[in-house]
């Protein structure tokens, strides 16, 4: 388990999260691999968003539901409880380095 540190992108795709706008695919169903919006959502997911969601995972503040290998719409994106603090911590703050 690594540590991250908050900044205003990390904020906000743990914020998207916590919201359930984003989800994962593993490419078995379509070729799209990697995080993307939940269908509905109109946003530009970008290389630095997917970075900061891949940050997020690694630092144990996400995590990626794996029940179904063939989820249709992608896995469902999750917080951790770790996550949760860290939104909570991270909303309070100016963006000032709170370790997650």
Known sequence: MSDAT????????????????ICFHN???DPEVGYSWVPGVVS???DELRRALHDLWV?????I?????FAPRGHRVVI???GNRALRYWSLSDHGGFAA
């Open 6 to 21: 908050s900044t205003p992108l990390r904020l906000a795709a743990l914020d998207a999260v916590s919201r359930g706008n």
């Open 59 to 63: 630092a144990d503040l996400i995590d």
């Open 80 to 82: 951790t409880r770790r």
């Open 65 to 69: 539901e794996t029940r179904d290998l």
């Open 27 to 29: 490419g078995f169903l």
């Open 44 to 46: 530009p997911m970008t």
